[in-house]
């Protein structure tokens, strides 16, 4: 019923940049917060960045100054701006977002997309 897609992501040298999007799709009556998470190698999912319904954002203290969130709800698409990269900053990002279904009773839902690799080197 929602897909979301993530894209923008690639091969980077140390302070370049990079903009990830995530599109959002299907039967979606209302999306609240929405927010970017990545896992590297043998390690866990962390929170990233997250941008609430109201547009207030907030950042992990690793990408704080760095890293922009921001949302284009009439796209229903999410955005990260990355800059000044980072060899630690390699790892897959996932996009996640609280959704309302057409004809549901009301409950949020948490979807994530699949991933798009980002890889910070030299």
């Known amino acids: 019923q929602v897909q979301l897609v993530e894209s923008g992501g690639g091969l980077v040298q140390p302070g370049g940049s990079l903009r990830l999007s995530c599109a959002a799709s299907?039967?979606?009556?209302?999306?609240?917060?929405m927010g970017w998470y990545r896992q590297a190698p043998g390690k866990q999912r962390e929170l990233v960045a997250v941008?609430?319904?109201?547009?207030?954002?907030n950042f992990a203290d690793s990408v704080k100054g760095r890293f922009t969130i921001s949302r284009d709800n009439a796209k229903k698409t999410l955005y990260l701006q990355m800059n000044s990269l980072k060899p630690e900053d390699t790892a897959v990002y996932y996009c996640?977002?609280?959704?309302?279904?057409?004809?549901?009773?009301?409950?949020?839902?948490?979807?994530w997309g699949q991933g798009t690799q980002v890889t910070v080197s030299s």
């Open positions: 941008v609430l319904s109201s547009g207030r954002t």
């Open positions: 996640n977002a609280a959704v309302k279904i057409y004809g549901s009773s009301g409950t949020w839902q948490g979807y």
């Open positions: 299907g039967s979606i009556f209302s999306i609240n917060d």
